[in-house]
């Protein structure tokens, strides 16, 4: 398969799709051929706004235009839909989470597996260059043994992304929406996967909804690194930071989950700080590149579906635990 004539199907009219993908797929050299979507006048808005000659509300017809599956649906409808596309012997990007249950996970892998296609997932932090940066500086040492990690990624959810966010069907909610990106980012940077998880929701209600709509975690990884996470879709004005801390020396990245080709990293030494050096390019262009080059010389995805049923295995133990601390007996502090 030649590289500049992939042509990309978008299973979903979704935002993301129309604000970043169709974007990162062109960027890349990428024909986006045709979208899907369960409603005809969403498939047209969508196709004629974004300038895509195919468009449908039937699965079938619209595997026939495209080399190349973007997922984007509502979270509920992943698997469905990456299993169809691995029917179709699609390569596909699954938007995160990968799935709602990690047996909807190890389908879909499986899936794609047999059919002999590619599953990538968008864990597009992986792509943001101040993260690459700050792995790299991670595993060359720079910071000596890496003890202890903070994200946050707090923010606002407007009104019109509740949708598949904030309700109480599987795959929903705070944890499975933002946590799973601080996850998969976390084991980007450190090489290794968390063990064990305790977790807090808060419980303070915003727009009369009862979901949570924040998280706090405390995840201890193989190398005794303890990491904790914010994640929030009630908090205007917070910036999103990442700090690691070894014992050489420290990592602070700010700004730098955003999705945006943002964000800054200084190291900071017993001796003092100097601000990295970074060349921004837009994340979800990355992912999309990595795509393309493993779809043409069959090297890895930026990340695949290990990985997002990785991320979805430590979601599920976060939600577990923070059901468990939200009703369960808790220390209460004495005075
Ligand atoms: P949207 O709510 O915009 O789109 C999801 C689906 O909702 C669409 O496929 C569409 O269905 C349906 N939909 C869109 N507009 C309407 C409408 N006006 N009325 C009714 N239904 C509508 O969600 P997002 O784009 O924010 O998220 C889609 C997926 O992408 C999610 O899995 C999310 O977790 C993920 N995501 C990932 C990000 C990342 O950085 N990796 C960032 C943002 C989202 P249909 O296709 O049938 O028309």
Redesign the pocket.
């Known amino acids: 398969m030649s590289e500049n004539k992939i042509r990309w199907g978008l299973l ?6 129309r604000e ?1 993908l169709v974007n990162a797929i062109r960027s890349n050299g990428g024909h986006v051929a045709s979208v ?4 005809r006048g ?2 047209d808005a969508f196709a004629d706004a974004l300038g895509i000659s195919a468009r449908t509300t039937d699965l079938g017809e619209f595997f026939d235009h495209c080399d190349a599956v973007y997922v ?4 509920r409808l ?1 698997h469905a839909h990456v299993l169809a596309a691995a029917s179709a012997g699609k390569h596909v990007l699954c ?3 990968l799935a709602t249950s990690l047996e909807e996970a190890a389908e879909m892998i499986e899936g794609c597996r047999s059919a002999g296609v590619i599953l990538g997932v ?3 932090l992986r792509g943001s260059t101040v993260n690459r940066e700050m792995a790299a500086l991670v595993q060359s040492g720079a910071i000596g043994q890496p003890l202890f990690a903070r994200v946050i990624n707090a923010g606002v959810l407007p009104s019109h ?1 509740y ?2 966010r904030l309700t109480d069907e599987p795959g929903s909610g705070i944890i499975f ?1 933002k946590a799973t990106h601080d996850i998969d980012l976390l084991r980007y940077l450190l090489a290794e996967t968390p063990l064990e998880v305790t977790a807090m929701t808060s419980d303070v209600a915003v727009e009369s909804s009862s979901i949570a709509q924040a998280v706090m975690s405390t995840m201890r990884f193989p190398s005794g690194l303890v990491a904790q996470t914010f994640d929030a879709f009630n908090v205007p004005g917070s910036a999103t930071e990442v700090v690691i801390n070894g014992t050489e020396g420290s990592l602070y990245a700010s700004d730098c989950l955003s ?1 945006r080709p943002a964000g800054a990293l200084k190291l900071v030494m017993a001796a003092g700080e100097r601000p990295i050096p970074v060349s921004h390019v837009d994340p979800y262009t990355e992912v999309i590149r990595y795509l393309h080059r493993a779809m043409t010389t069959g090297t890895r995805p930026l990340a695949i579906g290990e990985d997002g049923r990785i991320a979805i295995s430590v979601a599920i133990a976060m939600s577990i635990a923070a059901r468990s601390s939200n009703v369960g007996p808790k220390v209460e502090i004495s005075f």
């Open positions: 979903g009219a979704s935002t993301i799709a970043r899907y979507s369960s409603d969403r498939a984007s649906s509502v979270n992943h938007e995160k989470p968008n864990h597009h992304l949708r598949g929406d999705g």
